[in-house]
């Protein structure tokens, strides 16, 4: 069994002593619902056929549909995707969305595809999973390199082997196959959401706080983004490659667009006041503010004693280990966890699959006011249970989820009671 999976179920089971619960709804929750293998073969552009392993795992559908993304990156495995499944059952109770989790993945380096070696490959997934996935039984969208794009094959496939145009199968589309305005960015708006609607309980101050954003990409960058349009400093920055740092502040908006044009964070154009170093020792930088955007497990019981930050914001899944958080509630560090952080990508995806039903899209101002409407209000309540019972935002959080599949597993017909 999976490390990640088995420390994300630790997290079930702290949750568990602080409600009234049902032993059989654990239970349920023990091990995912169901879970498929394939192997993806496709060929190549030289001629050649390479397969590639591949996954997709439902972990529970007593709340709706299941609902998450698909990855396309070399470590994948069954375990991490089933953690990752995990963590998306209880993300998708604590928006109060009408889905259950899933995820999927291929083991592969998708920056070393071909773009029509991508299509196939992307393709060939839908098509070996096309009986385990659809518009009311499991929902995919973008995970780590995979994209609008790769979303839009995958929805044609399905529309092509169902025969009729379904584009609730799929959300994280392009507009023009029936995406959503305001999805591409949702992730990391979501965050920033959650950060300013509680900075003052975070002791945070625009144009007096710092921040320090691990992992770049699509969601680290809009937030840092919008925080520095806020007036909060950016002090570090980094991405897969190098971090950078200037404790007189970064402009991430300038820093973006350098690495889309160049390739890399640090280049020709990069100030003199800029110090690099590894990305590891950015994460121990003093800050008022560190949000982990990237990979899993990159604060563990090795690292945690060093971290400097006084809040920290999962923009990514999974980055903070049980170990460290222990280690981080000593310190009095203050944890916003993933399950909500980075709810936004899903809350906007279920926005998606709504106007896919409905065939009426909504113009993007719509879609943030919504998105506020809704992740806004569950932040407070994580806020309130937190000080309610003497324990951390995660536990909160889960508790908050725990309560609402309790709750929808009871209303199916098991005798379940909760509190609250």
């Not at 999973?129 to 518009?135: C, D, E, L, M």
Request: hydrophobic share 40%; aromatic share 10%; net charge positive.
């Amino acid at each position: 069994m999976s490390r990640l999976f088995t420390e994300a179920k630790r997290r079930l089971k702290t949750a568990s002593k602080y409600i009234d619960i049902d032993p059989d709804v654990l239970e349920k929750l023990k091990y995912p619902q169901e879970t498929l293998s394939a192997s993806l073969l496709i060929r190549m552009d030289d001629g050649s056929r390479r397969s590639f392993k591949a996954w997709r795992c439902r972990y529970d559908d007593t709340r709706g549909p299941t609902k998450g993304g698909i990855r396309f990156y070399p470590s994948v495995c069954l375990d991490e995707i089933m953690a990752l499944s995990f963590w998306m059952t209880f993300k998708c109770a604590v928006a109060n969305l009408p889905f259950g989790g899933g995820k999927g993945g291929v083991a592969v380096n998708a920056q070393k595809l071909s773009k029509s070696e991508l299509e196939k490959l992307s393709r060939t997934y839908v098509k070996a999973f096309s009986k385990f996935i659809g518009p009311d039984r499991d929902i995919p969208a973008p995970d780590m390199y995979t994209n609008s794009m790769v979303m839009g094959w995958m929805a044609d496939e399905y529309s092509a082997i169902v025969g009729q145009p379904s584009p609730a199968v799929i959300t994280g589309k392009p507009l023009e196959l029936g995406g959503s305005q305001g999805r591409k960015d949702a992730t990391g708006y979501g965050g920033y959401l959650v950060i300013r609607h509680l900075e003052k309980e975070f002791e945070l101050h625009p144009k007096k706080s710092s921040v320090i954003i691990q992992g770049f990409g699509n969601a680290g960058f809009h937030c840092a983004k919008l925080l520095h349009q806020d007036g909060y400093k950016i002090i570090g920055i980094c991405d897969s490659k190098t971090g950078l740092y200037d404790k007189s502040g970064l402009d991430p908006i300038a820093l973006y667009d350098n690495k889309i044009k160049l390739g890399a964070l640090f280049n020709q154009y990069t100030p003199p006041s800029v110090t690099q170093m590894s990305n590891t020792k950015l994460l121990e930088e003093k800050c008022d503010l560190l949000i982990p955007a990237a990979l899993e497990n990159q604060i563990t019981a090795l690292n945690a004693e060093n971290i400097k930050a006084s809040v920290i914001c999962e923009l990514a899944n999974g980055p903070i280990t049980f170990a460290a958080d222990e280690i981080l509630a000593k310190n009095n560090i203050t944890v916003i966890p993933d399950i909500l952080a980075n709810a936004g990508g899903v809350i906007v995806s279920y926005f998606e699959w709504v106007q896919n039903k409905a065939g009426y899209y909504w113009e993007e101002d719509e879609v943030r006011t919504k998105l506020k409407q809704r992740i806004e209000p569950e932040a407070h309540k994580i806020w309130n249970l937190k000080l309610e019972l003497g324990i951390d935002m995660r536990t909160a959080a889960y508790v908050l989820a725990l309560e609402r599949i309790n709750a929808a597993v009871s209303a199916h017909g098991t005798k379940a009671f909760f509190v609250s």
